[in-house]
């Protein structure tokens, strides 16, 4: 099943992701070890799925541009994690207020 989904192009080669975009494939080795990112290997090559394309640019102008470490990056991800849940919440308690006409 993986080998279909590389050959339907969700996946992106990391080598030449790297190469690309001019970051170290150490980088996404410490992405992948502190569990913010998934890759998948086959074939003896190791691809990154498009779906996580947005979260390692993310993380890496946070490295290359604003020199946070991966601790940093890491705690980072986690609050952003805790907000996202909490403006979910609060929308819908909104909603649930709105029902009852409090709102």
């Known amino acids: 099943m993986k080998g279909e989904r590389i050959m ?5 080669v990391i080598s030449e992701y790297c190469d690309k975009c001019h970051i170290e494939p150490t980088f996404i080795d410490m992405l992948c070890e502190s569990g913010l990112i998934d ?11 498009f779906s996580e394309l947005p979260d390692v640019e993310r993380y890496s102008r ?3 541009d604003l ?5 940093g ?9 805790r907000m996202e849940e909490m403006q979910r919440e609060i929308h ?9 006409g409090e709102y």
């Not at 020199?67 to 601790?71: A, P």
């Not at 990056?73 to 994690?81: E, F, G, K, T, V």
């Not at 819908?92 to 009852?100: A, E, I, M």
Request: net charge negative; no cysteine.
């Open 8 to 12: 339907q192009n969700e996946w992106i």
């Open 39 to 49: 890759v998948e290997q086959e074939g003896g090559e190791r691809y990154l799925p």
């Open 62 to 64: 946070m490295y290359y």
């Open 67 to 71: 020199s946070i470490n991966m601790e």
């Open 73 to 81: 990056i890491d705690a980072i991800h986690h609050l952003l994690a």
């Open 92 to 100: 819908s308690l909104r909603g649930r207020l709105r029902l009852h």
